[in-house]
T-cell receptor, first 115, second 115 residues
Framework: AQKITQTQPGMFVQEKEAVTLDCTYDTSDPSYGLFWYKQPSSGEMIFLIYQGSYDQQNATEGRYSLNFQKARKSANLVISASQLGDSAMYFCAMRGPNSGYALNFGKGTSLLVTP | DGGITQSPKYLFRKEGQNVTLSCEQNLNHDAMYWYRQDPGQGLRLIYYSQIVNDFQKGDIAEGYSVSREKKESFPLTVTSAQKNPTAFYLC??????????????FGSGTRLTVV
């Protein structure tokens, strides 16, 4: 079975600072994909970044980067230069063959960016 | 424009009634998914379907039923057997296969309230 753990229920960060959201995972699949999604108060799910288990380099997408440490089974999201609009829930998710390729989500981290 | 449509946005149901949530996509995606989200919680998988006329139970299928008669449509019925149906329901679709980088496209969600 796959399991995603996000240990930070809530985080604060000051505008323009960087913030790291933690995610650890557990899986027996040798091949898997890791995702981060953002959910504003409107409820929509916004895809941020993807990391494949065999990717050699950490994924980056604009201000988002994924700190992938395979041996430690962690996939932390780093947001640089935080903006007020970054305030939202953030979910880490994983998919692999053992889950029928369905995404398994963590419980999320609520991020509040302050002026 | 291609996308995934959930309707209605808000739904009220009396206890003991069945209710069906609609999910339609025109992205030509093979796979479709239903998730439930409770306040402060992550997304939990209810059912998923990777091909027409076939679907699998997720982690919390009890009290729910689905059908997949067409590639474009994956309706979810919340039955009276579901003890606590008040929640936010999200539908998603994706490509299938071994390419783990296929992300999801999410609908905008249906907020179901039992009155």
């Amino acid at each position: 079975a796959q399991k995603i753990t996000q240990t930070q229920p809530g985080m604060f960060v000051q505008e323009k600072e960087a913030v790291t959201l933690d995610c650890t995972y557990d899986t027996s699949d040798p091949s898997y994909g890791l995702f981060w999604y953002k959910q504003p108060s409107s409820g929509e799910m916004i895809f941020l970044i993807y990391q494949g288990s065999y990717d050699q380099q950490n994924a980056t997408e604009g201000r988002y980067s994924l700190n992938f440490q395979k041996a430690r089974k962690s996939a932390n999201l780093v947001i640089s230069a935080s903006q007020l609009g970054d305030s939202a829930m953030y979910f880490c998710a994983m998919r692999g063959p053992n889950s029928g390729y369905a995404l398994n989500f963590g419980k999320g981290t609520s991020l509040l960016v302050t002026p | 424009d291609g996308g995934i449509t959930q309707s209605p946005k808000y739904l009220f149901r009396k206890e003991g009634q069945n209710v069906t949530l609609s999910c339609e996509q025109n992205l030509n995606h093979d796979a479709m998914y239903w998730y439930r989200q409770d306040p402060g919680q992550g997304l939990r998988l209810i059912y998923y379907s990777q091909i027409v006329n076939d679907f699998q139970k997720g982690d919390i299928a009890e009290g729910y039923s689905v059908s997949r008669e067409k590639k474009e449509s994956f309706p979810l019925t919340v039955t009276s057997a579901q003890k606590n149906p008040t929640a936010f329901y999200l539908c998603a679709s994706s490509g299938t296969g071994g390419a783990l980088g296929y992300g999801y496209t999410f609908g905008s969600g249906t907020r179901l309230t039992v009155v």
